[in-house]
């Protein structure tokens, strides 16, 4: 489809795991968001790329995220040695530019429940 | 500290009612705002925006007023639908436009 795509859609995965979540952000959008929503919290902004600028890595809660983005397209947010606190809903969002006429377009997201 | 509020966690409509869905902001600074629609394990959706030089943006049934003396900022859907059952989340704009979002409002439109 013609949206953003992550995948997986819910992953299930014991403690001290590592995850890998990807991102296919709308063709030809150069900025891609990544945020995530914990139970009962609101949305959460985790990291930013724009174009080959440097990401903007200020919302990433711990050393344990890290997220590339390669080729200017998808991106792979990864959680090393996951915490019980990680289970939330991560949502990957992505718009041709930034402004008031290019509102950023989410994907389902990735559920992910740390056991 | 939460710069941009939505105080009422739920909100109960008959059909062809209006509903009204309110938003506060701490930040004087911030340049538009925009509203997102979520139904469940659905990704936000863009519903309408507002610039903040601006008091009213319309796009069909949804209205969307800016008080900016107050900071607040409201979400009008008239007439209100089933199908507009949903959680409402009010957005701002931060640094590198990440934004910055409310906690949600339920909305639900009973038959």
């Known amino acids: 489809g013609a949206g953003v795509s992550q995948s997986p859609s819910n992953k299930v995965t014991e403690k001290g795991k590592d995850v890998e979540l990807r991102c296919d952000p709308i063709s030809g959008h150069t900025a891609l968001y990544w945020y995530r929503q914990s139970l009962g919290q609101g949305l959460e902004f985790l990291i930013y790329f724009q174009g080959n600028s440097a990401p903007d890595k200020s919302g990433l809660p711990s050393d344990r995220f890290s997220a590339e983005r390669t080729g200017g397209s998808v991106s792979t947010l990864t959680i090393q040695r996951t915490q019980q606190e990680d289970s939330a809903v991560y949502l990957c969002a992505s718009s041709p530019g930034v402004g008031e006429n290019q509102p950023q377009h989410f994907g389902d997201g990735t559920r992910l429940s740390i056991l | 500290d939460q710069q941009v509020k939505q105080n009422s966690p739920s909100l109960s409509v008959q059909e062809g009612r209006i509903s009204i869905l309110n938003c506060d902001y701490t930040n004087s600074m911030f340049d538009y705002f925009l509203w997102y629609k979520k139904y469940p394990a659905e990704g936000p959706t863009f519903l309408i925006s507002i610039s903040s030089i601006k008091d009213k943006n319309e796009d069909g049934r949804f209205t969307v007023f800016l008080n900016k003396s107050a900071k607040h900022l409201s979400l009008h859907i008239v007439p209100s639908q089933p199908g507009d059952s949903a959680v409402y989340f009010c957005?701002?704009?931060?640094?590198?436009?990440?934004?910055?979002w409310g906690l949600g409002t339920s909305l639900a439109v009973n038959p």
């Open positions: 957005a701002a704009p931060g640094n590198n436009r990440k934004l910055i």
